[in-house]
Nanobody
Framework: QVQLVESGGGLVQPGGSLRLSCAAS????????MGWYRQAPGKQRELVAT???????NYADSVKGRFTVSRDNTKKTVSLQMNSLKPEDAAVYYC????????WGQGTQVTVSS
């Protein structure tokens, strides 16, 4: 049974930081491209960042220079460090694992508000 469990969401003021984590089980983690997506109310789910099996990263233009994605293949985790958060970053953030199949976590809420 595949599980992706996100944690680390919460309420933060504009300009603040949060670190999201996703713990994977039930997959051969090192073989999967891992990603973070987000979905704000009334909007489509969008790519935030991905990290390949080799550690190459890709970011949405809106988060470049502010967010950093990383992975630990030993711990089977992927993290998203989010700095300089803006109100428009508020969304439910989802972890994704992609290879032959795609898997999603349940999401974690990020609220950016003063």
């Amino acid at each position: 049974q595949v599980q992706l469990v996100e944690s680390g969401g919460g309420l933060v003021q504009p300009g603040g930081s949060l670190r999201l984590s996703c713990a994977a089980s039930g997959i051969v983690f090192r073989l999967y491209v891992m990603g973070w997506y987000r979905q704000a109310p009334g909007k489509q789910r969008e790519l935030v960042a991905t990290i390949t099996t080799g550690g190459s990263t890709n970011y949405a233009d809106s988060v470049k220079g502010r967010f950093t994605v990383s992975r630990d293949n030993t711990k089977k985790t992927v993290s998203l460090q989010m700095n300089s958060l803006k109100p428009e970053d508020a969304a439910v953030y989802y972890c994704n694992a992609a290879a032959m199949s795609h898997y999603w976590g349940q999401g974690t809420q990020v609220t950016v508000s003063s």
